[in-house]
């Protein structure tokens, strides 16, 4: 069982920024590719970004390319979602998750992940 836990929520104005955090209780989580997720309200959920395994690959919607940059460090067994300009359409719970097959690069694909965390909320005001 992995254990995945999301901080950084909150409220921000357009084009402000937020860092978003995800902490996975695994011991090979050094072995995992990572995505994050999110879903507005009315809408099915949608990839944002992955990173494969040793952080050396890194894939985005095309909707946040530009403005989120995701990244891990091996050592707190967290991952990152740096969001800059943010916009209204980018407001939705978001959703960190892991791949547990060893090595893999990262996938837009959310069924490709086996955990989820709880998900935390990002509102953008206009």
């Known amino acids: 069982q992995v254990h995945v836990v999301e901080y950084g929520g909150g409220l921000v104005q357009a084009g402000g920024s937020l860092r978003l955090s995800c902490a996975a209780s695994?011991?090979?989580?050094?072995?995992?590719?990572m995505g994050w997720f999110r879903r507005a309200r009315g809408k099915e959920r949608e990839f944002v970004a992955a990173i494969g395994w040793n952080g050396d690959t890194t894939h985005y919607a095309d909707s946040v390319k530009g403005r989120f940059t995701i990244s891990r460090d091996h050592a707190k067994n967290t991952i990152y979602l740096q969001m800059n300009t943010l916009k209204p359409e980018d407001t939705a719970v978001y959703y960190c998750?892991?791949?547990?097959?060893?090595?893999?690069?990262?996938?837009?694909?959310?069924?490709?992940?086996?955990?989820w965390g709880q998900g935390t909320q990002v509102t953008v005001s206009s």
């Open positions: 998750a892991v791949d547990i097959m060893a090595y893999a690069l990262g996938s837009p694909n959310l069924r490709d992940y086996d955990y």
């Open positions: 695994a011991p090979t989580f050094n072995t995992y590719a």
